[in-house]
């Protein structure tokens, strides 16, 4: 099994991807699964699509399963677009063998509406593609983001962001 942490003070996209891990596979299960999150904070639809197998099943747990990568695909597409956003920071990240499991803050960007919450994530990879994406939440922890985003639209200082990166 394979434990690595991002340290908290580490947005994700300061994470560099490498093409290999250090036991020269190429590419690994946890790199799949950065690059895809990657993706998404930059809104960069062809690499979402592209990590997403065609037979895909996404599932936020309490909510219906949907399956089909370009499906999915679409509906990332529709939901990153022009005035919102995406960031994540993953405070740890495990595999074994093709399963990779995420412990993270999301941060939904809705204009000057900043939704922060825990998730945890699950995710199984093949030939290099995302096959399964399941993702656990708290309802009671984002109705409390979701407050505190409103209160961010009038008081900025209060809106949820991801840690400062080093040096700036």
């Given at each position: 099994?394979?434990?690595?942490?991002?340290?908290?003070?580490?947005?994700?996209?300061?994470?560099?991807?490498?093409?290999?891990?250090s036991?020269?596979?190429?590419?690994?299960?946890?790199?799949?699964?950065?690059?895809?999150?990657?993706?998404?904070?930059?809104?960069?639809?062809?690499?979402?699509?592209?990590?997403?197998?065609?037979?895909?099943?996404?599932?936020?747990?309490?909510?219906?399963?949907?399956?089909?990568g370009?499906?999915?695909?679409?509906?990332?597409a529709?939901?990153?677009?022009?005035?919102?956003?995406?960031?994540?920071?993953?405070?740890?990240?495990?595999?074994?063998?093709?399963?990779?499991?995420?412990?993270?803050?999301?941060?939904?960007?809705?204009?000057?509406?900043h939704?922060?919450?825990?998730?945890?994530?699950?995710?199984?990879?093949?030939?290099?593609?995302?096959?399964?994406?399941?993702?656990?939440?708290?309802?009671?922890?984002?109705?409390?983001?979701?407050l505190?985003?409103?209160?961010?639209?009038?008081?900025?200082?209060?809106?949820?962001?991801l840690p400062?990166?080093?040096?700036?």
């Amino acid at each position: 099994m394979t434990r690595t942490s991002a340290p908290a003070t580490t947005p994700l996209s300061a994470v560099p991807l490498s093409a290999t891990t250090s036991a020269g596979r190429s590419p690994a299960a946890e790199e799949i699964v950065k690059r895809f999150l990657h993706a998404m904070e930059i809104q960069d639809h062809a690499t979402i699509a592209a990590l997403l197998a065609p037979d895909l099943s996404y599932t936020n747990v309490s909510l219906p399963t949907l399956r089909g990568g370009k499906k999915v695909a679409g509906l990332l597409a529709r939901a990153l677009r022009r005035g919102t956003g995406f960031d994540v920071q993953i405070h740890h990240i495990a595999s074994h063998d093709d399963i990779v499991m995420t412990e993270r803050t999301d941060i939904l960007k809705l204009g000057p509406l900043h939704i922060g919450f825990w998730v945890c994530g699950t995710f199984r990879v093949e030939q290099g593609r995302i096959v399964m994406w399941r993702d656990y939440f708290d309802w009671w922890d984002i109705t409390r983001g979701t407050l505190r985003g409103v209160a961010g639209i009038a008081l900025p200082g209060i809106r949820a962001t991801l840690p400062v990166k080093p040096g700036a």
